[in-house]
Nanobody
Framework: QVQLVESGGGLVQAGGSLRLSCVAS????????MAWYRQAPGKQRELVAA???????NYADSVKGRFTISRDNGKNTVYLQMNKLKPEDTAVYYC???????????????WGQGTQVTVSS
């Protein structure tokens, strides 16, 4: 099982920055991919950024050039550096891990509880 705990959310003015962290704990065989999703009130959950064990990254068009995802495998932590924040970035941000925890089964998704990011204008 993989437990994910996010931190770093808060209230920030437009143009400001936040750095989100997600720490994975528990036991697993491999985490192939970690990602950040977000969900705003009345909106669908959307992928913000993802990073694989091969260091490939991808971003939503709305955050390209502003957000950077990175991971520290030694600390089992993934980060999301968010710069030039906009009110449209306001959402609950969720950490996601695509992990295999048992031999004989495939990868499964694990989720954190979310951290609130609020950007004021």
């Amino acid at each position: 099982q993989v437990q994910l705990v996010e931190s770093g959310g808060g209230l920030v003015q437009a143009g400001g920055s936040l750095r989100l962290s997600c720490v994975a704990s528990g036991s697993w065989i491999n985490i192939n991919r970690m990602a950040w999703y977000r969900q705003a009130p009345g909106k669908q959950r959307e992928l913000v950024a993802a990073i694989t064990s091969l260091a490939s990254t991808n971003y939503a068009d709305s955050v390209k050039g502003r957000f950077t995802i990175s991971r520290d495998n030694g600390k089992n932590t993934v980060y999301l550096q968010m710069n030039k924040l906009k009110p449209e970035d306001t959402a609950v941000y969720y950490c996601n891990a695509d992990a295999i925890v048992y031999y004989g089964v495939g990868y499964a998704d694990y989720w954190g509880q979310g951290t609130q990011v609020t950007v004021s204008s």
